[in-house]
C-alpha cells in the first residue's frame, strides 16, 4: 500500500464497475467493456435522474449490499436483486459538457462531491481517505472481510484502462481472489 500525501485511498467494492451517463431525461448505464445496462439497475437510473444536474459522467462501481453492510457480489450476479443495487461513485469525467478528465483526482473529487451534495439513493459518494493512512487502511479493510482497497494519485489526470497511477491491493482472503483464481 503507497503511504504520503500524494495518495487517494478507496474501499474496493466487489461489483461491477459501470460509467453513468445522464443529459437531460437519458440516463445510460456503461460497462467497463461497454456494454448497455441501462435497463438492469432501476435505482441507479432513477437517483441519476433525480439529480439537479441534467448533464453529467461519473465512474463507479454497481453493488448489492448484503445485511452486514459488505458487498455480495454473489447477489448481485444472481440478477435477483436488479432494483436493490446501488452505485458508489469515485469519478467524475464530465458535467454540464464540460470534459473534466484532464483535472488532477482532487479536483474531480470536489466536482464530484458537490454533483451528489444532496444525497439520493442509489448513488453515493465513495468514501476515501487521503495520505500516510494506506497501510493501517487496507489492514482494517482486511479485517472487516472486504475486497481491498485502490490507492490513486491525487495530482493525476482521468485514464481509461489500467493506469500505473492506480494500485489495486487486494484483501488475500477476500472471495473475490478465489473467484479471479478460477477464471
Known amino acids: 500500500m503507497p ?3 500524494d495518495w ?3 474501499i474496493k467494492h466487489d461489483g461491477y464497475r459501470l460509467v453513468i451517463q445522464r443529459e437531460g431525461k437519458r440516463v445510460r448505464l456503461f460497462t467497463r467493456n461497454g456494454n448497455d445496462w ?3 439497475f432501476p435505482l441507479i437510473t432513477e437517483a441519476a435522474l433525480r439529480n439537479r444536474i441534467s448533464s453529467f459522467v461519473i465512474d463507479g462501481e454497481a453493488v448489492l449490499l ?4 459488505r458487498s455480495d457480489f454473489a ?3 444472481s440478477r435477483k436483486h436488479n432494483d436493490e443495487v446501488q452505485f458508489y461513485a469515485f469519478d ?3 458535467m454540464q459538457g464540460e470534459d473534466l478528465r484532464q483535472l488532477p483526482l482532487h479536483l474531480r473529487k470536489n466536482n464530484l462531491a458537490r454533483l451528489l451534495a444532496r444525497r439520493v439513493a442509489g448513488i453515493f459518494l465513495s468514501d476515501f481517505e487521503q495520505g500516510e493512512i494506506g497501510p493501517d487502511l487496507f489492514r482494517h479493510a482486511c479485517m472487516m472481510g472486504l475486497e481491498g482497497l485502490v490507492s490513486k494519485r491525487r495530482d493525476r489526470p482521468y485514464r481509461g484502462g489500467r493506469s500505473p497511477h492506480w494500485i489495486k491491493v487486494k ?3 477476500h472471495p473475490a481472489m478465489t473467484r479471479v483464481k478460477k477464471s
Open 3 to 5: 503511504a504520503g500525501a
Open 66 to 69: 448484503g445485511v452486514d453492510g
Open 171 to 173: 484483501n488475500p482472503n
Open 75 to 77: 447477489g448481485l450476479h
Open 92 to 94: 467524475i469525467l464530465g
Open 8 to 10: 487517494i485511498h478507496e
Open 38 to 40: 441501462s435497463n438492469r
